[in-house]
């Protein structure tokens, strides 16, 4: 039987390995991926929540405004990114160290 | 302990995420790490559908597989020379990151295993919810239009002013500078 425990022990996982991917990579299109993977933790917890709220569904509609929002983060951040790529020549994060280029 | 189909399923939906989360935290290669997340995004809406969210897992699937992945290759393709080499990420802070997200999920799982979990509607603890009668899209439109119609408008204004300003960010530079 799948209990609540179920769906957050997957999205404690999901959520940790996010963090690491973070943390560890250089390439700055590799930490949004690992953002999204935080995302995604994030919304398995509030859908699972959500089950135990057939009246209202307000965790559902949460991870739908989350799911917007990522969508809309993921564009400018993109956007940022390509703009940093004319700049530097680099998308290595640790490479782009001066503000006023 | 019995194990019955579901709970089959379910165990390899999250071995599925787990497993491709894992290979994109130890792969060098960008191209690599996004084809990956395709997994993961389909387990995750897996995952919604055995939460009783059917909406939310077709809107899963539609956004981040058909939109924010394609947007990441594409991020990819235009801030790399292809020059034949693969596109590879440099990794640097195993030591910290990795304790740190250990810790993390420690402190997580101990709050999930010892925590005890009240709801309002005990008789859902079980989990069996009747499939075909709960179609969330119904009442999930009615919320949206009732209740939380004021988050609906500033969440459509944000994405046309995270879309414009994306637009504005990623064009060519010489139309203000000349």
Avoid: C
């Avoid at chain 1, 250089?26 to 509030?46: P, S």
């Avoid at chain 1, 951040?77 to 490479?95: F, G, N, V």
């Amino acid at each position: 039987m799948i209990t609540i425990t179920h769906y957050l022990i997957i999205s404690a996982l999901l959520f940790s390995i996010g963090i690491a991917v973070a943390l560890t990579k250089k390439n700055a299109i590799m930490v949004l991926i690992g953002i999204e993977l935080v995302f995604n933790a994030a919304n398995i917890n509030l859908v699972a929540f959500s089950r135990y709220d057939q009246t209202m569904l307000q965790g559902q509609v949460f991870a739908l405004f989350i799911i917007v929002v990522a969508a809309a983060e993921t564009a400018v951040a993109l956007a940022i990114i390509l703009k940093l790529y004319h700049h530097y020549r680099s998308t290595e994060l640790d490479k782009i160290n001066q503000l006023k280029g | 302990m019995y194990m019955n189909l579901e709970t089959i399923v379910f165990y390899l939906f999250s071995a599925i995420i787990v497993i491709s989360a894992l290979l994109i935290l130890f792969t060098r290669n960008v191209l690599y790490a996004a084809f990956l997340l395709i997994f993961t995004f389909l387990g995750v809406a897996a995952i919604y559908v055995f939460a009783g969210a059917d909406f939310l897992a077709i809107t899963q699937i539609l956004v981040y597989v058909g939109g924010v992945l394609v947007l990441l290759i594409f991020g990819v393709m235009l801030s790399h020379r292809l020059a034949g080499e693969p596109v590879l990420s440099g990794q640097h802070n195993w030591f910290i990151a990795l304790l740190l997200s250990a810790g993390i999920f420690v402190l997580l799982l101990q709050v999930i295993l010892k925590g005890t979990f009240y709801f309002q509607q005990p008789n859902f603890n079980t989990g069996n919810i009747e499939p075909v009668n709960n179609s969330t899209i119904k009442l999930l439109g009615f919320q949206l239009m009732t209740n939380f119609v004021f988050p609906f408008e500033l969440v459509a204004i944000i994405l046309l002013v995270a879309l414009i300003g994306a637009a504005f960010l990623a064009r060519k530079q010489a139309l203000n500078q000349g």
